[in-house]
């Protein structure tokens, strides 16, 4: 077979990858875009505090149940568990550990096929952000970053937060508080979340397209076959 020209086959990976990459992540964000844009705009009608966390908490859930139907209860599973933890250990000063051990357990548990190995491996992200959530807000409570033990409302907005519930980020409980405030949205926080969406459809076609074609020049795993070509 005679090799491709260097323009043919930038056409080819543009079209049999670049373009199908970008649109199926598009896909999978723009509710999940909405919802959040949908939150922000109701934290801004000053509504009680409980009101907005109880609408965090169902954007989460409508957001675990369209990335992973009905498994999502494992996820909602550990972060009972962890409210439950925490509760229980409110009086003591070993929250975080405490909560470090129950959540590798509980993980360690669901790795060794408590739960089917592909339904597992699919809700890995959001177990684990929900586990560095919880210990980190165990740690803030021990060291007095966070001043009282969260209410129940609190703590599943927290863990549940739209904005992170999927893909991550983690972000501190602190963090979160400010988020539900709701600072007025401008033109400016507009164009910084569309110039963060473009970068990180620009990271995923890299990571899926570019990625794999530019390592084994640069670290040549399988020899230097590929370089004297």
């Not at 801004?44 to 169902?58: E, M």
């Not at 599973?77 to 129950?102: E, I, N």
């Not at 600072?183 to 076609?205: E, Y």
Request: proline share 3%; glycine share 6%.
């Amino acid at each position: 077979m005679a090799a491709l020209s260097r323009q043919e086959f930038f056409r080819q990976l543009s079209r049999g990858c670049v373009l199908p990459t970008a649109e199926q992540g598009f896909e999978q964000v723009w509710q999940l875009l909405l919802i959040c844009l949908g939150c922000r705009v109701f934290w801004r009608l000053g509504l009680p505090q409980w009101v907005k966390h109880l609408s965090t908490v169902t954007g989460g859930f409508y957001c675990l149940y369209h990335f992973f139907q009905l498994q999502m209860v494992w996820v909602v599973l550990l972060s009972l568990m962890c409210y439950v933890v925490l509760f229980l250990c409110r009086h003591s000063r070993y929250k975080g550990v405490f909560l470090s051990v129950t959540i590798l357990i509980y993980l360690l548990m669901g790795e060794m096929h408590m739960v089917d190995t592909v339904s597992w491996h699919k809700m890995r992200g959001a177990q684990m952000i929900v586990a560095m959530k919880a210990i980190s807000l165990g740690f803030d409570l021990d060291q007095g970053s966070v001043g009282a033990m969260p209410s129940p409302a609190e703590f599943m907005g927290y863990i549940y937060f739209v904005g992170t519930v999927i893909f991550g980020p983690w972000i501190s409980f602190n963090t979160y508080l400010l988020a539900v405030e709701s600072k007025k949205m401008s033109f400016a926080w507009f164009t910084k979340v569309s110039l963060s969406m473009v970068k990180s459809l620009v990271c995923l076609v890299v990571s899926t397209c570019v990625a794999p074609y530019l390592f084994p020049y640069f670290i040549p795993v399988y020899g230097d076959k590929l370089l004297k070509r």
